[in-house]
């Protein structure tokens, strides 16, 4: 519970990374933090759960982002304001996929996923409840026409977004198309 410790830090990896059946709970700062791998990043099966400042952030240089079958629960509690107050915080530096899917992504005081700057985003097969800003994306400007955001078979369920200034699902797209199929969104209040 160190105020500035990550329960997992990578810097500039240089090889693949690959967390599989990680568990990471209370972390004093983020629960794992991946900063500019030179290849792909693997985060399969992990359970990370009430750590402070976030749970997963990363930063990377177009390299591709796999998260699937994990579940992230209760992190983003500290009462400091920022936009790195997420379950998961992605910045793809400009390109790269990032692709979520049979996750679990529940209970925050603020983001849910908060992801930007890659040419393609897929969220899919995921549950997101109790948090206060589900899921913002933002795509890189840079993208060429063939990205796109995907947004397929999500349950969007029991989030509160009582801000003015804030929005339960955020897309903010440049060039990219948008594909959203087969969602449920109930008893939200946004």
């Given at each position: 519970?160190?105020?500035?410790?990550?329960?997992?830090?990578?810097?500039?990896?240089?090889?693949?990374?690959?967390?599989?059946?990680?568990?990471?709970?209370?972390?004093?700062?983020?629960?794992?933090?991946?900063?500019?791998?030179?290849?792909?990043?693997?985060?399969?099966?992990?359970?990370?759960?009430?750590?402070?400042?976030?749970?997963?952030?990363?930063?990377?240089?177009?390299q591709?982002?796999?998260?699937?079958?994990?579940?992230?629960?209760?992190?983003?509690?500290?009462?400091?304001?920022?936009?790195?107050?997420?379950?998961?915080?992605?910045?793809?530096?400009?390109?790269?996929?990032?692709?979520?899917s049979s996750?679990?992504?529940?209970?925050?005081?603020?983001?849910?996923?908060?992801a930007?700057?890659?040419?393609?985003?897929?969220?899919?097969?995921?549950?997101?409840s109790?948090?206060?800003?589900?899921?913002?994306?933002?795509?890189?400007?840079?993208?060429?026409?063939?990205?796109?955001?995907?947004?397929?078979?999500?349950?969007?369920?029991?989030?509160?977004?009582?801000?003015?200034?804030?929005?339960?699902?955020?897309?903010?797209?440049?060039?990219?198309?948008?594909?959203?199929?087969?969602?449920?969104?109930?008893?939200?209040?946004?």
């Amino acid at each position: 519970h160190d105020k500035y410790v990550d329960g997992v830090y990578y810097e500039r990896p240089p090889e693949a990374v690959v967390l599989q059946g990680l568990s990471v709970v209370g972390a004093g700062r983020y629960g794992v933090s991946v900063n500019y791998p030179s290849s792909s990043v693997l985060v399969d099966a992990a359970n990370i759960t009430g750590c402070r400042y976030g749970g997963l952030t990363l930063n990377t240089n177009r390299q591709d982002i796999t998260i699937t079958g994990s579940r992230f629960e209760g992190n983003a509690i500290s009462s400091s304001s920022s936009s790195y107050r997420s379950q998961i915080r992605a910045n793809g530096g400009g390109s790269g996929i990032l692709s979520i899917s049979s996750c679990i992504i529940s209970t925050s005081v603020d983001y849910g996923v908060y992801a930007y700057a890659y040419s393609q985003i897929h969220v899919t097969s995921s549950v997101f409840s109790k948090t206060k800003r589900p899921l913002y994306i933002r795509s890189s400007s840079s993208s060429s026409s063939s990205s796109e955001i995907k947004l397929a078979l999500n349950t969007f369920s029991d989030n509160a977004c009582l801000d003015t200034d804030c929005f339960g699902i955020d897309l903010r797209p440049y060039s990219q198309s948008v594909l959203i199929q087969g969602n449920i969104v109930e008893g939200n209040s946004a």
